[in-house]
């Protein structure tokens, strides 16, 4: 992994067939105001649709600023996303989908100021408002306030204002080592995973800076959105069984696991009778 000294972050966006939306997107990337020097990566899984050729026009237009990883075929969000960050070269990377955007041109400022400035934090991030295709907002946070998310947080479920889209992160290898996990490639919610890999490899805290500088589509296009409520259940609770399976934790932390698949999952696997499931759970956590 190499780290440009002169380069403070890498804006990493994976995108697949989001034609309606992807220059949107990276236009949200250029309008960034810093005092310091950015580059965007892009992994573009080889779309059917005009994603690709939108693209080309921006690396055209911005040679020394926009970079497009296309793999030889389509290879799924997961090694989309590995691929295109190891082009990443800088300090610190900024993750965003290719159907998300930002909204205010000093976020990656504001969240590089508060990164260097607090050495304790592995991860900043910060309000988002939901929109709907047309961006219509159908929600926003109205009070936002600093909220601080540790490991054993983010283990038991608590991950308020970390979507995607806010994501900024220290550049460390230890941190990329996830991508080395054969398991991480069985998990649904990657960026789930990455912030609790991250916190729980370096020790260090999540801080959501108190101001709404991205959005969020819910959109019938979407990845989580296209799928149905019963599949996206069986999702979760894969990704819950991985989570308790794969991470660390004792004491109060697996009181609140516990606590947390008695309360949200366990009527839906009873429901499904999947007794045997249940039981397996339910032991590993006593």
Not at 25 to 32: D, G, I
Not at 103 to 131: G, M, S
Request: charged share 25%; glycine share 4%; aromatic share 12%.
């Amino acid at each position: 992994m190499i780290i440009k000294p002169d380069l403070m972050v890498s804006v990493c966006c994976t995108t697949y067939n989001q034609e309606q939306f992807i220059a949107q997107t990276v236009e949200s990337f250029l309008m960034q105001q810093t005092n310091f020097q950015f580059e965007i990566i892009i992994g573009e899984d080889c779309s059917t649709d005009s994603t690709g050729e939108i693209l080309k026009s921006f690396t055209e237009k911005y040679p020394d600023k926009v970079k497009v990883i296309t793999p030889e075929k389509n290879v799924g969000p997961h090694l989309n996303m590995v691929n295109a960050i190891k082009y990443c070269t800088g300090k610190y990377i900024a993750i965003c989908d290719g159907d998300d955007y930002w909204t205010d041109p000093h976020k990656l400022q504001k969240q590089v100021d508060f990164l260097e400035q607090n050495p304790e934090y592995v991860i900043c991030c910060h309000y988002t408002k939901v929109v709907d295709t047309h961006g219509n907002m159908l929600y926003v946070e109205p009070n936002p306030v600093p909220l601080v998310h540790t490991y054993h947080d983010l283990l038991s479920g608590k991950q308020v204002e970390t979507k995607t889209a806010t994501v900024v992160y220290r550049n460390l290898p230890e941190i990329h080592a996830l991508f080395q996990k054969p398991w991480y490639f069985d998990c649904y919610a990657a960026d789930k995973f990455l912030k609790i890999f991250a916190t729980s490899v370096t020790g260090g805290k999540i801080y959501v800076i108190p101001e709404v500088m991205s959005c969020y589509r819910n959109h019938t296009g979407g990845i989580w959105s296209m799928i149905k409520t019963d599949k996206r259940m069986e999702m979760v609770i894969s990704d819950f069984n991985l989570i308790i399976r794969k991470f660390s934790y004792r004491g109060i932390v697996k009181y609140k696991l516990l606590k947390l698949y008695l309360r949200r999952y366990i009527i839906y696997e009873l429901k499904k009778r999947r007794i045997r499931k249940v039981y397996a759970t339910v032991k590993y956590l006593l």
